[in-house]
């Protein structure tokens, strides 16, 4: 893989950054060590500005190009999972119960390697806004940054990110125009019964009996409400009721989420999960009440930006190891903020075999740390050329 010859000399030091930053993993917007190392790292390289605490420990970092011109933004996620560590590795977190399990010290650490390249070269025109955004994970740390005003503020006039896949091959990038990754809403219903003794269920109203039969007819909204040839997911995946084989409750509880990509989709998977609610509750003679979220918007890639991003790619890592039509996927990722407030796109790039993400025995693959690096540092040269 050609990875710049620079950044592939910084390979060692990357490793260490990352590895202490897999030691020290933080939650949601509470990145404040995370943030400290980077905007250290940042001031060592001598980035030109460090603006701290946007969307409480996100950063937003500028390097100034040879030349005036446009923005671009480049981002990477800083926060950890609500998870704990079986890897053994000497670096293992140190936080009980915290854990990189998604590989954001790794694409924090990408970005740090290519804001070291990029202010000690600055081939280019314009200026790059280096964006750290913490709450990836759990709380929109990304749309927090766009309300925040980061897209104004920095003039950034479009904006790319990369996310590592393991199980795809060491060093390799894939993507798509348009939709990328599924909006996500996620939803509950809580039940009211009435309970009694197992023994005499008609002196009840059975919230047990009625929360499967709620269960039973939303898995109709995929199967009959909705076009199969666009992609949609209902799936429940909690439910909780009871404590006794003798007892019938007076509450049962149901979880789930939605996956769409398209707005009207959304709206009719929203509509239907509350009539059918409504409706199954009126049957069984409970009541019960539908709490719906709507969280992260789909992932859509620009379609110009999404071939530009292909073709630099393939200079780091070739032909061969670039899919720019590798299909959409119904994950999420509120990288989507950004996405609507600028045009721009959003990459995998594969780490090879290993754990899979958001698994205990998750681990990043250092190695591929100067391919995502060298990927953000041509981006920036090829998009902003001097002269």
């Avoid at 190009?65 to 998870?83: E, H, K, V």
Wanted: aromatic share 8%.
């Amino acid at each position: 893989m050609p990875v710049l010859n620079r950044i592939a000399a910084y390979a060692p030091e990357m490793a260490a950054w990352r590895q202490h930053l897999h030691t020290h993993p933080e939650l949601t917007f509470e990145c404040h060590e995370t943030a400290a190392f980077v905007a250290a790292r940042l001031r060592e390289f001598g980035v030109d500005e460090i603006h701290e605490g946007i969307a409480k420990t996100g950063i937003v970092a500028i390097i100034n190009g040879r030349a005036p011109g446009p923005t671009i933004g480049l981002r990477a996620d800083m926060d950890a999972l609500p998870l704990t560590e079986i890897t053994g590795l000497p670096y293992a977190s140190q936080n009980p119960g915290k854990m990189h399990a998604c590989g954001h010290d790794g694409h924090t650490t990408m970005l740090l390697g290519a804001a070291r390249y990029l202010t000690e070269t600055r081939n280019f025109a314009g200026r790059v806004a280096l964006i750290f955004q913490p709450a990836e994970e759990n709380g929109g740390g990304a749309g927090v940054m766009v309300a925040e005003g980061i897209m104004e503020r920095f003039a950034i006039a479009q904006v790319f990110g990369i996310h590592n896949t393991p199980g795809q091959a060491e060093g390799s990038f894939h993507t798509c125009p348009g939709p990328l990754m599924a909006a996500v809403d996620s939803f509950e219903v809580h039940v009211q019964g009435r309970g009694g003794h197992g023994a005499y269920p008609h002196e009840t109203a059975d919230p047990v009996v009625a929360a499967v039969g709620i269960v039973s007819a939303l898995q109709t909204i995929v199967s009959r409400n909705h076009m199969p040839l666009d992609d949609l997911v209902v799936s429940v995946t909690q439910i909780h009721a009871g404590s006794a084989d003798n007892i019938i409750p007076d509450t049962a509880w149901i979880n789930g989420t939605v996956r769409t990509f398209r707005a009207p989709v959304r709206a009719m998977v929203r509509k239907r999960i509350a009539e059918i609610v409504a409706g199954q509750a009126a049957a069984y003679e409970v009541t019960a009440r539908l709490d719906y979220h709507e969280g992260y918007p789909a992932t859509v890639n620009d379609p110009v930006k999404t071939a530009f991003a292909a073709e630099v790619a393939r200079e780091v890592a070739g032909a061969a190891g670039v899919n720019d039509a590798a299909g959409r996927e119904m994950g999420a990722e509120d990288f989507s903020y950004m996405l609507e407030a600028r045009p721009g796109a959003y990459l995998f790039l594969g780490q090879g075999p290993g754990a899979g993400l958001h698994h205990p025995a998750y681990n990043f693959n250092d190695a591929v740390a100067p391919v995502g690096a060298s990927f953000f540092a041509r981006l920036v040269e090829r998009a902003q050329p001097l002269g």
